[in-house]
């Protein structure tokens, strides 16, 4: 019996391909097991005619192909074609061994084939070599990869010694049997470290400064946008029309890091292309459906999947139906989504900053300072109840953002944000961010400066009233607003500071929305 391996892809996880072919006894014929009706006929006469090109015909012998695992199949995101140089490979082994007059061939452990076959027996580029790539991960670098020479500019790091290159399966033939005359030393691949990620690398801190110079005007938002970005925390902005909510937002993608190496790798499979990617910042507009959200009937990837590791903007949040917006609940929570459907069942990520904006009404003017609200009561307590308390509840960042006009009267955190940008510049910001960004993690382990922060928000009535999911995300903001600004004492003014990143629930209670 012979043996070769291939790849699927379904949702995005990589799935190993295990093919098996036996030469048999009884009725004569090539019989290939797992898949469909369609695709067994058309890869078995493509594979018949590829073999015949490079002179081994189909012997008159009962030939079996057994492909599994065959449950994945059928809800594989690729070409079943790609599998035609894993089974042709596989046939070819289990007829060499089967003729004792002939010469065997070298046979890799782990050989790992893909590419579809033309009738003549040259290698069609497959589509998505990024699966291959994912596969070496996974098994601990100990493959050996068989690829079109057509994606040889694919040749990545992780593919690097340990991937030949072919233009057609008879090269491949003789290769094999040119390697076995030899008597050639098996393969043994290099191991390859994956470092880990370099923070902020190539964060463009000229960037950074230019689009904090035109946030400042608006301390709160910018601050705001700087700790949802450090602590990757959920961000809910509401406030009057035209005040820079969704301006602000859209500028976020800049504070984030650059994809590492392996979050790359999340991100292709999803998108199922195989150039270079940044983070993904995806804004659906407010008539996008569950299925469109969430992922559709057709086993694709929705828009919280297809915003992984990147940045899901809705704007004019409570535009959004009911529906739509409570099927954000548990991709927050979990971080992935399964999809369930006839034609099978698929896991999608869904690690996402979610950022949003919306009015406090129809008019826009509901908490306004200068301007009177034209809804009455109910048109208001209707247009805000899209937004359920548990929803509402998992933003760790519930901003309400004043207009340029009433800022004349800003809170004291924001005056002390604008003297502090006066006196210390732009540098200020822009240089503590990023140092913020490099040392999150070891901040974090000083379990001192997490036990004054807790300290100070337990005295506070505000905090004590929240859910405990609440006072998890009001700790987070709080760890994130000391890294942001290292040089500021944890006080009463610090807690207050915090809190006034945690208001829209209890504005809107106030008005007694839910």
């Not at 005007?217 to 035209?242: D, F, M, Q, R």
């Not at 940044?278 to 999947?305: D, M, N, Y």
């Not at 600004?485 to 209890?506: G, H, P, Q, W, Y």
């Amino acid at each position: 019996m012979a043996k070769t391996f291939s790849c699927l892809l379904v949702g995005v996880d990589v799935i190993t391909v295990e093919i098996e072919t036996v030469i048999g006894t009884g009725f004569s014929g090539l019989n290939i097991l797992g898949l469909n009706t369609e695709a067994t006929r058309d890869m078995r006469e493509r594979i018949r005619s590829a073999l015949e090109s490079i002179g081994i015909p189909i012997p008159s012998k009962r030939i079996i192909v057994n492909i599994t695992p065959s449950e994945f199949i059928k809800i594989s995101r690729i070409p079943l074609s790609q599998l035609d140089f894993a089974v042709a490979g596989c046939i070819i082994y289990a007829l060499i061994d089967d003729n004792e007059k002939q010469n065997k061939l070298f046979k890799p452990e782990n050989e790992f084939l893909a590419g579809e076959l033309s009738l003549s027996g040259k290698l069609k580029e497959i589509q998505n070599p990024l699966i291959y790539q994912s596969a070496i991960i996974q098994n601990n670098n100990n493959i050996k990869l068989c690829l079109p020479r057509k994606n040889l500019s694919y040749n990545s790091i992780f593919l690097e010694n340990k991937t030949e290159f072919f233009d057609s399966i008879d090269e491949w033939y003789q290769k094999r049997k040119k390697l076995n005359k030899i008597n050639s030393i098996e393969f043994i691949p290099k191991e390859i470290n994956i470092s880990e990620p370099k923070i902020n690398s190539t964060l463009n801190i000229k960037e950074i400064e230019n689009t904090i110079t035109v946030l400042m005007k608006n301390p709160k938002l910018c601050v705001s946008l700087l700790i949802a970005a450090l602590g990757h925390h959920h961000i809910l902005i509401a406030g009057e029309p035209g005040v820079g909510k969704s301006f602000g937002l859209q500028k976020i993608y800049q504070f984030l890091d650059p994809l590492n190496e392996i979050e790359m790798i999340d991100v292709k499979l999803i998108h199922s292309v195989s150039s270079h990617v940044a983070r993904p910042f995806r804004s659906p507009h407010h008539s996008a459906t569950p299925a469109a959200l969430i992922g559709g009937s057709s086993l694709k990837p929705g828009e919280v999947s297809l915003a992984h590791k990147g940045v899901l903007f809705l704007d004019e949040l409570s535009e959004f139906s009911s529906s739509s917006l409570e099927s954000l609940r548990e991709p927050l929570d979990s971080g992935e989504v399964f999809i369930s459907r006839a034609g099978g069942h698929i896991r999608y990520p869904a690690q996402f900053l979610l950022c949003a904006t919306t009015n406090p009404c129809s008019c826009g003017y509901l908490f306004s300072k200068i301007k009177s609200c034209r809804c009455n009561p109910k048109e208001s307590r209707k247009y805000l109840q899209k937004l359920s308390g548990p929803l509402l509840d998992r933003f760790c960042l519930q901003v309400w953002i004043d207009s340029p006009i009433e800022m004349s009267e800003m809170d004291i955190f924001s005056a002390y944000l604008l003297d502090l940008y006066s006196k210390k510049k732009i540098k200020f910001f822009s240089e503590n961010f990023i140092d913020a960004k490099k040392k999150y993690n070891d901040l974090k382990k000083q379990n001192k400066i997490l036990s004054e922060i807790e300290k100070y928000l337990i005295m506070d009535e505000r905090f004590c009233s929240l859910s405990l999911r609440g006072q998890k995300k009001i700790y987070n903001i709080a760890f994130s607003f000391y890294c942001l600004f290292n040089e500021i004492e944890i006080n009463k003014l610090f807690v207050e500071s915090v809190m006034s990143f945690r208001e829209l629930d209890r504005m809107f209670l106030q008005r007694n929305i839910f």
